[in-house]
Structure formats: structure tokens, C-alpha cells
């Protein structure tokens, strides 16, 4: 508050913390206005796509027509996001991780690094995929996978 014209990016966010992210930035008590996009010059976000508030999108980033990334969205390097993904408020998406066409990503959701995610696949909210996961099938809320192809490893909470 001591800075009233400053601009924040929350850039908060690990495996073990990705489902906290949303308290914490509503714990700043901050407008949303109040939140910038950074996109690394390397990165390339179709026109045709659309970005939240408190985006950052890393170095070599590449997300392709009609993507709807949510607020608050960070996604590591050379990430690809393909058409008409959905990625929901408050996810990390790892470095190297590809998005096919039509994925929905839900919120609070952590994919990690180089996860890939067929067509069509739902994430439901709160989700973590595993490192280097090929996940061919809708994965639950809350739920955790891994491996090739990607597994229930275990329930939120669980």
C-alpha cells in the first residue's frame, strides 16, 4: 500500500505450495489492476489468445491460437500451449510441457516439467501431474498422477 502506483506479478508457487497461491495473493488485498503480465521477448502468444491478469509466460513460451490462460497463470520455459486450450486461474505450468488442442487445465492446477497432455484431456482443479507424465485420460480434482501413462498416485488430503 506504501506504493500506490506499483504494478505486482506473484510469482509464488512450487509442488508442495501450487494450491496456496490463490489465498496468498488475496491476502495482499490488492486490485486486480494493481497486478501486470510479464512475457518474456522470446515467447510468442497468438493474438488470437487471451491472458488473465498477473500472466507470465518464460523464455521460449509458445501458445497458439484461441489458448484462454486465467489470472494469475505462470508458465516455465519452452512450454507450448496448443489451440484452444483452457488454462484456469492460479496454475503453474512446468518448463517443456506440451498442451494439446482442446486441453482444459483447471484451477490451481500444477503440471510439471515436461508433462505432456493429449487432446481433449480435462485437469480437473487443484491437480498435480507429475514430471515427465503422458496423461491420455481426464484426470480427477485434487487428484495426483505420474508416469507414462500417467496413474492415480493419490487424493488431495489423501
Known sequence: MDFPGAHFVCMIGSERSFRARKAIIAGLGLQPKRFTNVTHRTARLSRFSTTGVGVVLYHGVTVTANARIGDHVLIMPQAIVHH???????????????????????????????????????????????????????????????????????????
Open 84 to 158: 484452444d486450450v483452457v488454462i484456469g486461474d492460479f496454475s503453474l505450468i512446468g518448463a517443456g510441457v506440451i498442451l494439446a488442442g482442446g486441453v482444459t487445465v483447471g484451477e490451481s492446477c500444477y503440471i510439471g516439467s515436461g508433462a505432456a497432455v493429449r487432446n481433449g484431456v480435462r485437469i480437473g482443479d487443484g491437480a498435480l501431474v507429475g514430471m515427465g507424465a503422458v496423461v491420455t485420460r481426464d484426470v480427477p480434482p485434487g487428484s495426483v498422477v505420474a508416469g507414462i501413462p500417467a496413474r492415480p498416485l493419490k487424493q488431495k488430503g489423501g
